[in-house]
């Protein structure tokens, strides 16, 4: 028999070198400089490499290292961004960690009573519990008794009754504590004989180490690579072919077939036209990759990161945000969740002769005498000790003053017995339990006031109305009174008083956020270990369930084939007795039908769920391993905050898409325009650093102006997109194709036309004609954004929601116009004056009517 005196100090060293310290392995984390290399792994990463590649290769020049070095920002300032973001929410989830586990406990050693930290203790110490106390590590019962809630581990509500017993090695076992659990009520002491990572719970997050799936983002962006590099492959052969002919043709001043012929007789006469042509080519291929789209796509994460965190919805993983958007099926925890996660007192009701009628406990009595005297004990913070029951109770009477203690015995609940009882001074005693075993005992009941002998006709009338109450999943207690003694037995002659409901409530935000996201397309499936009948009462209040939908247990989810399950899938609603095994074969399940999969847990058991689903989110109130597995954690505990995290994560696909429009229209145009232009006798229409200006819009200030817009409340009356949804949609290309043609046709006008020559003095020199189409270039790219960044007619559509855009646009607008008021010999300006400058803007603004014809054309608000 271990000794309860405890350890002396030289046997916990002793154990603590043989057994470990109460630690657990915390995965190797890599650090800030591991995770930027591994940054650059990603899919648009890889090919804006390879892009930076060929360019220093084959360009030469201003132009070729300017290119290059602008590609080789934009990869460093995406992975440097990316990574710190990610590794500041790691620190950010670190200290949320380190404050969970400052736990203190009290020790005996050396039969002496200490403080320590959890970390602190060793096998063979004897742990004093007591209510409220988390247990430190696992064991066996020593002395005493308590009532403990495991729900962490087993996902079960109703607490487990421990003391000192032989079989002391599972969960179910009398004798047996568990590290991470919660002592609800009674004293105990605590004999270690695991610690660490051998416990139950280290042993449980061990087990996480299965890869996650990759994210739908990066399946998008790895699918968008490709898409780009055919296009810009294509668009090289096309541009560098038409380059080569037209050298032909040059070449044969004027007849091509003179040309091709030349070219037969002295092939060398190619050879400066090919070089130039695969420049060309080379120019094409770096210039079609969106070289901003990464840091574009880690600004925006970052930015609704921390828009996500000031409402209480903390982002371990970026990517999660974006999954969250894509989610179209939700495995969803009731208790806690839906619910406020504490049962209350919801009404006091008494047999009026017919049936049970709702009374008002306030002017009864011998309700608050009944709930005054049980196992739990008042504090400022509310009800604690005892079980989940007694404090309800005593939660219900708070308002009304202790009464002088009067209680000479008591008779603590047991699940065998399923009841307590409480002997008073007065010889009385106050049962409370099952009503199905108070009823059977009872020969009386009180009726308005009068105690009445209870016939056959009235117990069944009980009975029916306590079956009709059991299913509005509310939980009955019993309450009757008898006289003394005080013992383990009932006795056969009690007088039933009333009942009370208790149930743990709906949020009162829930059955809207129910709606909100089925709205949005979400399936949400509730997943739970109560009764179906409370299960069903809950998800019908909530607006999950309704009579078209399935309800499965978790012995009918055993008997059911893999291939059976994906059929019932579409019309589920509830599992009901709930275990983790369902959880995550009901994650694997979904996924490999290609759905995209949010599962919600708080407990050590709901950690291998969260991992295995594409977007797990934990409570703020769950356990550190459940926090470890999930991507993101909603700190309140609410699903209102779930449903933010689907919005932002749908804005944030958006923004996605509005830049890529932005940059692949301008990149296209801008290659173009280089390309037609000396077929127009403009070398040059562009200049290296004229480009780099445009780079810098197209780049950096666009990403910071796209990132900025707001959540907006339709994206949520629209269906998920698919997990094989691409980025470059029919409608997101034929907005490219539109606004690339539209800014070339008028910028191939634009540079041809006679009248505009003649407007400034193009035979006398190119500078004020070249300066008034680089403005038409820019604020052809200024107002495509306001184009871009709504599918509505309403430009102006939340515009000042969004003021990083105005700021952006401002600060374009400034800058462009100063060059053509002060002129810049860098850029390439010069000085104009008033209709010269206002001609090239009018004209650029023109692009604004024809998309909204577009828009017409195409139906309104299409994406």
Known sequence: MEQRTGLTFKEVEASRRVHGENRFSEQKRRGFWREFFAGFGDPMILILLASLFLNLCFTHGDSGFFESVGIALAILISVFVSTLSEYSSSR????????????????????????????????????????????????RVLFGACSVNQSTLNGESREAQKYVCEKASTLSDAGALFSGTTVSSGEAELFVETVGDRTLYGRLAASLGQTARKSPLKEKLSRLAKTIAKIGYCAAILVAGADLLYAIFELGAGDLLQGFTLV??????????ALHALTLAVTVVVVAVPEGLPMMITVVLSTQMRKMMREGVLVRKLAGIETAGTMDLLFCDKTGTLTEGTHRVRECLAFDGVRLAKTDPDADTLFSHFCLNNQARRTRKGARGSNATDRALLDAVRHIPAAQPSVVERLPFDSKRKYSAVLLSNGTVLYKGAPEKLLASATHVRVRGQSLPISAAVRQSITVALA??????????????????????????????????LSDDLRPETASTVSRLQQAGVQIVMLTGDSRESAVSIARRAGIFTDQKRVLSSEELAHLSDGAIRDLLPDLSVIYRCTPEDKSRLAKLSANEGRVVGMTGDGVNDAPALKLADVGFSMGSGTQIAKDASDIVLTDDRLSSLSNAVLYGRTVFRSIRKFLTFQLTMNFCAVLVSFIGPMLGIEAPITVMQMLWVNLIMDTLASLAFAGEPPREEYLRKVPLRRTEPILSRAVKGQILFGTFYSLLLSVFFLSSRTLRTLYAFDSGDTAFLTAFFLLFVFLGVFNMFNVRTPRQKLWA???????????????????????LIGSSLFRCCRLEGALITTPVLLALSILPMDLLRKGIRGKGKE
């Not at 020790?107 to 320590?116: A, I, L």
């Not at 037969?264 to 190619?270: D, F, S, T, V």
């Not at 999943?473 to 003694?485: D, E, K, T, W, Y």
């Open 92 to 139: 950010a989830f670190e200290k949320l960690r380190d404050a969970a586990g400052k736990l203190v406990c009290r020790v005996r050693r050396d039969g002496k009573v200490f403080s320590v930290s959890a970390t602190e203790v060793v096998v063979g110490d004897v742990v004093l519990l007591s209510d409220g106390d988390v247990i430190p590590a696992d064991g």
């Open 468 to 501: 009709r109450r059991a299913q509005e999943s509310a939980r009955l207690i019993a309450f009757a009174q008898g006289q003394g003694p005080l013992s383990n037995t009932l006795p056969h002659t009690l007088e039933l008083i009333f009942f009370a409901a």
């Open 264 to 273: 037969a007789a002295n092939p060398w006469a190619l050879l400066s036209p």
């Open 798 to 820: 939340q515009l000042f929601q969004n003021r990083p855009f105005l700021l952006v646009v401002l600060t374009i607008t400034l800058v462009q116009i100063s060059f053509a």
